[in-house]
């Protein structure tokens, strides 16, 4: 089982910092949007990404339950950016981050839970 929750934080903080990182990068380097934007599309893509940080840094069961649904809005954002031709491949880019960021917060809360579980009644 340990085994499991090991993977499943690893899931989870690449796909999360992948994320983090990718957002950054391609609003400020790769393809920055008029200078008036900035802020906002900043403040609305990656400032959700900043309430979950502490508790997944932390390996916090909670913070890794609620957090699927922070995946979920990050996969709807790259549907978007994929449904143009222009930023076709940064959204597969934030797809797959989102997907692997989801997947491991699934696994991690399963098998976190489990142990715990077991531990309590144990």
Same mark, same amino acid.
């Given at each position: 089982?340990?085994?499991? @929750?090991? /993977?499943?934080?690893?899931?989870?903080? $690449?796909?999360?910092?992948?994320?983090?990182?990718?957002?950054?990068?391609?609003? /400020?380097?790769? #393809? %920055? %949007?008029?200078?008036?934007? &900035?802020?906002? &599309? &900043?403040?609305?893509?990656?400032? %959700?990404? !900043?309430?979950?940080? =502490?508790?997944? /840094?932390?390996?916090? /069961?909670? $913070?890794?339950?609620?957090? !699927?649904?922070?995946?979920?809005?990050?996969?709807? @954002?790259?549907?978007?950016?994929?449904?143009?031709? #222009? #930023?076709?491949?940064?959204?597969?880019?934030?797809? =797959?981050?989102?997907? !692997?960021?989801?997947?491991?917060?699934? @696994?991690?809360?399963?098998?976190?839970?489990?142990?715990?579980?077991?531990? #309590?009644?144990?």
């Amino acid at each position: 089982m340990k085994q499991y @929750i090991k /993977l499943g934080r690893w899931l989870t903080l $690449t796909g999360y910092f992948s994320l983090l990182f990718g957002l950054f990068a391609w609003h /400020l380097i790769i #393809d %920055p %949007p008029a200078r008036n934007l &900035i802020s906002v &599309i &900043i403040l609305f893509q990656v400032g %959700p990404l !900043m309430f979950p940080l =502490f508790g997944l /840094l932390n390996g916090k /069961l909670y $913070t890794h339950a609620w957090s !699927m649904y922070l995946a979920i809005f990050y996969f709807i @954002i790259g549907v978007w950016y994929a449904g143009s031709h #222009d #930023d076709l491949r940064f959204g597969l880019y934030v797809i =797959f981050s989102s997907l !692997m960021f989801f997947a491991g917060t699934l @696994i991690y809360t399963r098998f976190m839970g489990k142990q715990l579980k077991a531990q #309590d009644s144990g």
